[in-house]
């Protein structure tokens, strides 16, 4: 009766807990581990003089619940090491079996083997049971959560295996129904795991109550309590710029974990609306997909309003590096032209004084000569100031305005020109596009190797457009070249944003300025 009853309590619980995993984790394969733990547990107990093939079936059950212990919870072998342990128990399983199978009763052989069956069966056991513990140690919290409960049960049932096998050969095994109920707590444990996650996704309903309650709302810390993991970080999407932010307006890779995180596992799930990117979760892997989305799902205008604030700040944060930058290239511009006017200018006009007071003190006829060195000097010093002056504004600008100054940078290359200004722009806009066009036309014509170009300007009351397009070799990086990376700075200082897209088939330089005041 012990015997029926066990053999129907692990079997029973393995192949129930089997099904209900492929029911609601159908592509994780713990489930089919499960069923065949079950099957093979019941045949091992019920058949005798069988072919080998289902003799090694019926016997490999303790290798293939270690597969389980050690690819729990998704199913798979993600590192050599428990490669390694599974592939030691199924060796093992497969020689003993083997031998046992084929070697007469009474050879050396089969003794051996009968002899060293426990042993090495309970020094696997502990291997694996010495993985999960490691692995348990090195997770993270939301990690740990999840693994707690399998290797509570782990450790029982493989301390009950070696300790009930070996008494049982002598004859003084404890009641069968004890290393039943030990097998049979994994998979109670895993259906325990299950319960949880439809508590955890009940649970998501609390996070909506939650955030309308608090004020202000802290959609971050509400979604890693209900997650259950506090590494869990939000990112925020910024269309202009094309990229993610933090909260407080520092980018982030999409691809990349968070630097403070302890654990470089993270992954992350894209949180859309409409079918517009929101922001993206960087958050355990262990977590449940399904929650996730829904939980992401719940506080998806919350997640809205956050992205808001944080393009905000991003923008905030953004325009002052660039004014910052400016700044200081404008310091260390005034600089240049302070010693460019000491060192050339300014001795030019001393040259030219010292020049004149000669000039007075000599004869007529020499006086002559002196006065035409002086007036050399003065020409030459005009252009000098002419030359300082074309550095800090191009004077076509003010002579013929943007399209006058643009269609004079586009006369002498073969550039397809395409411009519409509805309204006169401040100064400062328009100097800024002057450069825009001067840059990428530099670029393109030195760098690129292009053969084709097309500049197109629209403005308007409220913005202009700038878009230059080449169909050079690509290769064009603003973070790697202080001539567009200037350009950037010069654009972000005014409010607007660029965005350059190189490819092998070409280069398009996009700026958008801000006309309004």
């Not at 599974?86 to 050879?107: D, K, N, Q, S, W």
């Not at 992350?268 to 517009?276: L, Q, S």
């Not at 004077?395 to 073969?414: C, N, Q, S």
């Amino acid at each position: 009766m012990i015997v029926g009853a066990m053999i129907a309590l692990v079997s029973l619980s393995y192949l129930t807990a089997g099904a209900a995993s492929q029911k609601l984790r159908p592509g994780n394969t713990i489930g089919i581990l499960m069923l065949i733990v079950g099957t093979s547990w019941t045949l091992d107990h019920l058949l005798t003089d069988v072919p080998f093939p289902v003799l090694l079936l019926a016997r490999v059950w303790p290798a293939i619940l270690g597969h389980l212990l050690i690819a729990y919870p998704t199913g798979r072998l993600e590192t050599p090491g428990r490669r390694t342990v599974v592939a030691a128990g199924y060796t093992e399983m497969l020689t003993l079996v083997t031998t046992g199978y084929y070697a007469p009763p009474g050879e050396h052989w089969a003794e051996v083997a009968q002899s060293l069956e426990v042993p090495i069966t309970s020094l696997v056991g502990f291997g694996m049971l010495s993985a999960l513990f490691h692995r348990w140690r090195t997770s993270t919290v939301a990690q740990r959560r999840t693994l707690t409960a399998m290797l509570g049960a782990s450790a029982v049932a493989i301390i009950s295996f070696a300790l009930w096998e070996p008494a049982s050969r002598t004859g003084h095994a404890p009641p069968g129904i004890a290393f039943a109920l030990s097998l049979s707590s994994i998979p109670f444990a895993y259906l325990t795991g299950l319960l949880r996650r439809r508590f955890d996704r009940a649970n998501v309903a609390d996070l909506v109550v939650r955030l309308n309650n608090a004020e202000p709302p802290n959609v971050r810390d509400a979604l890693a309590d209900t997650l259950h993991d506090p590494t869990l970080q939000i990112a925020y999407w910024v269309p202009t710029h094309s990229h993610y932010v933090h909260a407080d307006g520092t980018p982030l890779h999409p691809k990349q974990p968070h630097p403070t995180q302890p654990h470089p596992t993270q992954t992350h799930t894209r949180v859309d609306r409409a079918g517009t990117p929101v922001a993206i979760l960087l958050h355990d892997p262990v977590l449940d997909s399904e929650l996730v989305e829904a939980a992401c799902a719940a506080v998806g205008l919350a997640l809205e309003n956050e992205r808001l604030a944080a393009d905000l700040r991003a923008r905030l944060r953004q325009l002052a590096e660039s004014r910052a930058k400016v700044l200081s290239a404008a310091e260390t511009e005034r600089r240049r032209l302070e010693r460019d006017l000491h060192d050339g200018v300014q001795q030019r006009l001393l040259a030219v004084a010292m020049t004149l007071a000669l000039a007075e003190t000599v004869p007529t006829h020499r006086s002559t000569t002196l006065l035409t060195e002086a007036k050399t000097s003065v020409l030459a010093t005009i252009d000098d100031l002419r030359a300082l002056c074309n550095g800090l504004h191009p004077p076509i600008l003010t002579e013929r305005g943007l399209p006058g100054a643009v269609r004079e940078l586009t006369a002498l290359t073969d550039v397809d020109l395409a411009l519409t200004l509805d309204t006169p722009l401040p100064p400062e806009i328009e100097t800024t596009a002057y450069y825009v066009v001067a840059e990428a036309l530099a670029n393109a014509t030195k760098h690129a190797d292009a053969t084709r170009t097309s500049v197109t300007i629209t403005g308007g009351p409220e913005e202009l457009t700038i878009r230059v397009d080449d169909n050079g070799t690509g290769g064009a990086d603003p973070s790697a070249g202080s001539g567009l990376r200037g350009l950037a700075d010069r654009v972000e200082a005014t409010g607007g944003t660029m965005r350059v897209l190189s490819d092998a088939e070409g280069t398009s330089v996009r700026v958008v300025l801000p006309c309004g005041s």
